[in-house]
């Protein structure tokens, strides 16, 4: 008679052999729709970004060429024809413009100290005087908080202006609520917008490398952090650099 | 302690017995062709296929049903020495025993047949006669040529050997008839007439198409490979009949059993 206690033995064998077989067929097969899912959406990213950079290149050598025009001395410009990455297309930084937008909030801030000082250069105004200024002044700085934190509906009316403007100040007012919020995924993803929008908003990169840093992905946003400089000299971007450094963000 | 199933296991020993024939369609189509072959002034009927095809089968159960109407001999084991197959010949013809320390004279042998003609016709069945020497073969096709002795013969060859052994006996215009593995039909009804011929009609029942189509899948529908199957199976069953009988249904056919003698006969691997 046939040894049946070691045949079963192997039957079982070969029947959890099978069983596995069969899991693995089901499994691919579950899975092949998902995989091609991928290819294609990858694929089809891929393609979107190529039309992008083809095209974002084609304004590249547009905008690179009024700064050679215009400053024909600056030997640094051509360093700045550096494609610089935060999405997939590539932005190019309008240094000019840039600068004049850093310019233009100092100058107001400029404005206010000077009145500040002219009002301590009189020298007649006394110290409660003085007091009260500043109080004044802390005041209307509070008020400028309470007017962001005490609508509501901030987020939501952005939001619906930006659906209607497509504005990247907007996106990047959302990015900046969001950031305030703490909600460090929505700020990186806004940020991410207006830089698509516009690519020389700085605030854009800035508050984009911050959310990253804020999301645990230090080497990321410095990476970032540190190409637009390279490319920006922004001073705002060495500090920002110098914070998550010093891992004071 | 005796199982029912050490009984079932016996059907399907391997055998040519007569009484274990079963009729299949293909079969008796093929036992037609032949016995009218017989019929024609043919020299040589060649009974060709692969081994477990049913040559032997077949041959054995021609012998039984001629045996008394006609002057039939059926050699089941080949006879190497040609010195012994000349003796066996003209013994079946005479009727006379030659003593062991003589022999019969090839062409005494052709001389008595040519006497004959006319007046005689003897058929010899041959079995396995891809053991027989080519000289020898030569002497049986001169025998053939005397139109008194008629021999029916069965050959199996290996696979490259098939072709080239099916020309070298079209040319000297014998019949041939070529035996092949039957279909997942036939086989079903080969299993099923087993064990129905013996009464255990309640077995043969349990075995469904799905059993067959996974008996003839292994065995390509060879009879042979399909008794040896069925043989290796009913032992699993007797085994667990008597030891450990709550692990088979009588009333369904297990497949459990069947897988594990599929491993045993090393058809699937564990």
């Not at chain 1, 000082?117 to 200024?133: C, G, R, V």
């Not at chain 2, 005494?108 to 053991?131: A, T």
């Not at chain 2, 199996?156 to 098939?162: F, I, L, Q, R």
């Not at chain 2, 450990?244 to 006969?265: Q, T």
Request: some cysteine; glycine content about 2%; hydrophobic content about 35%.
């Amino acid at each position: 008679m046939i040894n049946t206690k070691e045949l079963e033995k192997r039957w079982y064998k070969y029947k959890a052999k099978t069983f596995t077989l069969f899991l693995s067929v089901v499994m691919v097969i579950i899975l092949l729709p998902y995989l091609f899912y991928y290819i294609y959406s990858h694929f089809n990213t891929t393609k979107e970004s190529d039309i992008s950079r083809k095209s974002d290149f084609n304004q590249t050598a547009k905008v690179v060429a009024k700064p050679k025009e215009q400053s024909g001395i600056n030997n640094s410009n051509s360093l700045k024809k550096e494609k610089l990455l935060l999405s997939p297309t590539i932005p190019v930084i309008d240094i000019d413009n840039e600068n004049r937008k850093r310019e233009y909030p100092v100058k107001k801030i400029s404005k206010s100290t000077k009145k500040l000082i002219k009002a301590k250069k009189s020298a007649t105004l006394s110290a409660q005087e003085l007091a009260i200024i500043n109080g004044k002044d802390l005041k209307k700085e509070k008020k400028k908080i309470n007017f962001q934190h005490s609508n509501a509906n901030y987020i939501e009316v952005m939001l619906q202006k930006f659906k209607q403007n497509k504005n990247p100040r907007e996106a990047l007012l959302l990015a900046k609520a969001y950031y305030q919020k703490k909600d460090y995924i929505e700020s990186e993803k806004w940020s991410l917008i207006a830089n698509n929008l516009n690519k020389n908003l700085e605030e854009s990169w800035l508050i984009f490398a911050k959310s990253k840093a804020k999301l645990g992905k230090r080497r990321e946003a410095l990476k970032i952090l540190s190409s637009y400089y390279k490319t920006t000299q922004s001073s705002q971007a060495k500090a920002l650099i110098e914070k998550i450094k010093s891992r004071s963000i | 302690m005796t199982s029912k199933y050490k009984e079932i296991k016996h059907i399907f020993i391997d055998t040519v017995e007569s009484q274990n024939y079963v009729e299949l369609d293909s079969m008796k189509h093929n036992y037609d062709l032949l016995a009218e072959s017989l019929d024609k002034p043919l020299k040589m009927i060649l009974l060709f296929g692969r081994p477990g095809t049913g040559k032997s089968m077949t041959l054995n159960k021609l012998y039984t049903n001629l045996k008394d109407k006609r002057e039939i001999h059926y050699f089941d084991a080949p006879i190497l020495s040609e010195k012994e197959f000349l003796k066996s010949i003209y013994e079946a013809m005479s009727g006379q025993h030659i003593p062991q320390n003589m022999r019969v004279n090839f062409d005494g042998l052709l001389k008595y047949c040519q006497k004959m003609r006319g007046k005689r016709e003897v058929i010899f069945l041959l079995d396995e006669c891809q053991l027989y020497s080519e000289a020898l073969m030569e002497k049986i096709r001169l025998l053939s040529d005397t139109r008194v002795v008629k021999f029916v013969i069965t050959l199996h060859k290996t696979e490259n050997e098939d072709i080239i052994a099916k020309e070298h006996f079209k040319t000297r215009i014998w019949e041939v008839i070529e035996l092949k593995n039957v279909s997942e039909e036939d086989l079903a009804v080969f299993i099923q007439k087993k064990l129905m011929q013996k009464g255990f009609v309640e077995v043969a029942n349990s075995i469904s198409k799905r059993d067959i189509k996974f008996i003839h899948s292994h065995t390509k529908g060879n009879f042979r490979e399909t008794n040896k199957f069925l043989y290796t199976i009913f032992n699993i069953y007797e085994y667990y009949d008597l030891y450990e009988p709550k692990k088979i249904d009588p009333n369904r056919f297990s497949k459990k059993i069947l897988e594990m003698a599929a491993i045993k006969l090393g058809y699937i691997h564990d």
